[in-house]
Structure formats: C-alpha cells, structure tokens
C-alpha cells in the first residue's frame, strides 16, 4: 500500500516539474523564431564569444593550454551555477498564483528552473566541444570519466546553491538584490581564468575552499590529461554540496509554509 502511495505521488511530481518546465520554456523563450533552442544557443554564444576573443587577442601564447578548450571548460562551469541560482532569485514571487494548486510546491518552481539550466550548460559545452574539436580547433577530451563527475557534481552544486538562493530571495529583498553582485565577485574565484596549479601554494590553499573550483579542476583534467596538474577533490567537492543541499531543502521548505500562510 505504501509503496503504491509513493509511486502515485512520485508519477504526480514528475508530471508537475514536467509541466512547469514546459512553462518556464515557453514563458522565457516564447513560441517563434528559434524559440525554445535558445536554451542551448545563449549559453553557447556567451562561452563562443569569450572563447573568441581570448584567441584573437592570441592569449594562448602565455600557455601551454589550448586558450579554446581552456574557455569553454571555465565558462559553461561558470554558467552552470550562476545561472541557475540566478533564475531562482525571487522564482516563488513570479509563481505565486501557481501556489494555489494542491499538487504545486515551492520545491518543484525550483527544480524546474533548476533542470532547465541544466539542460542549457550541458547542451552548450557538450555542442561546442564537438563542434570545435571537429574542425580541429581543439583537441578532443583526453578522458570522460572526470568530465562526467566533475559537471554531475558542479549540477548538485548548482542544485543546493539554488535552493538556498531562491529561498533566500524570499525573506529579504536586499539579498535578493546583492547575490547578482556576489556572483561577478565570484566569478573570477570560481577558476573558470585560472588553474589552481598556476598560483602560489597560499592562494591555492584559499581557492580550494570553494566548491566550484574543484569541479573545473575535475572537469580540465578530462580535457587537458597531464598537461597540466589539477587539484580536483571530488571528496570535499560532494561533501560541500551535501551540506548546501539540506541547507537548501530546509530553507525552501520554510519558504513554502510562509507563502502557503499568507
């Protein structure tokens, strides 16, 4: 009996995100032109860009490092969890009238933004790395595997810090309108311009205390191999996420009880 409750109320959740991503989809990105691709375009013309002009300016003359493959690693990571923690900013406010449906929580606004950023980032790195090592541009990645953990883990990165963001929105206007401050301050920590290996033994100590850095090592270490020595700790890297995530469910289900009082 319980475990047909749980299927039920599973089968129910699915169709709920489902039908809020389609939502979101249709609400951002409209009906026309190349409507809902624009998931996967404006990422990738974001990264395309920055990749483009670090190699006109001829950047990759100060390493080793293939300057291409070295923008688009950094980049989609950083866009990976900005803009998921950014579409969750006050997500509960633009949704409210959906609140009024039984089977509608806090919980699923969330996740459906959440997942449709993930569908983005992983469409557009995966899309211009194909594209660019095709032509020969880049090189092709030395080793998935690391690939795939360190962006798995950068998505539950994104997960956790997005709930507590978008819970956060909620109680205070003022964080609200300072976290989009706080990511470009973070965005030249988060090691999407630099490799850990490059800065002195004091700053890599500092750096490594933040999470992100650690799934750009993983993921830098599946394109470059040995060209480079990255400082990945998948370890610590899952452990902060799992500290973010309960912090992010406790918050979110706070926030819920609020807007359901109101």
């Known amino acids: ?39 996967i375009i404006e990422p990738a013309l974001f990264t395309l860009g920055v990749a483009g002009f670090w190699y006109l300016a001829r950047m990759n003359i100060l390493s080793s490092i293939p300057i291409i493959a070295f923008a688009i690693t950094g980049y989609s990571s950083v866009l990976m969890w900005r803009n998921t923690s950014n579409r969750c900013s006050k997500a509960i406010e633009s949704n409210r009238p959906l609140m009024y449906h039984r089977n509608v929580n806090v919980l699923d606004i969330f996740l459906a933004r959440i997942i449709l950023e993930w569908v983005g980032a992983t469409a557009s790195i995966a899309v211009l790395t194909i594209l660019f090592a095709s032509v020969g541009a880049m090189n092709w990645p030395e080793d998935p595997w690391p690939i795939i953990g360190g962006w798995l883990l950068l998505a539950w990165f994104s997960l956790g810090l997005g709930l507590i963001v978008g819970a956060l929105s909620e109680y205070s206007e003022t964080f609200e309108r300072t976290w989009p401050i706080t990511t470009y301050l973070l965005f030249p920590l988060s090691g999407a311009v630099f490799m850990v290996h ?8 500092a750096v490594l205390w933040l999470p992100m850095v650690h799934g750009v090592e993983m993921i830098r270490h599946g394109y470059f191999g040995e060209l480079v020595p990255t400082h990945g700790d998948p370890i610590y890297f899952s452990a902060a996420n799992l500290v973010l995530t309960l912090i992010g469910l406790a918050l979110s289900r706070e926030a819920g009880r609020r807007v359901r009082t109101r």
């Open 1 to 39: 009996m319980g475990g047909t409750s749980f299927t039920r109320s599973a089968a129910i959740q699915r169709r709920v995100i489902g039908a809020l991503l389609l939502r979101e989809a249709i609400t951002r990105y409209g009906r026309h032109g190349f409507g809902v691709l624009w998931i």
């Open 198 to 205: 490059w800065l002195p033994p004091a700053a890599q100590e």
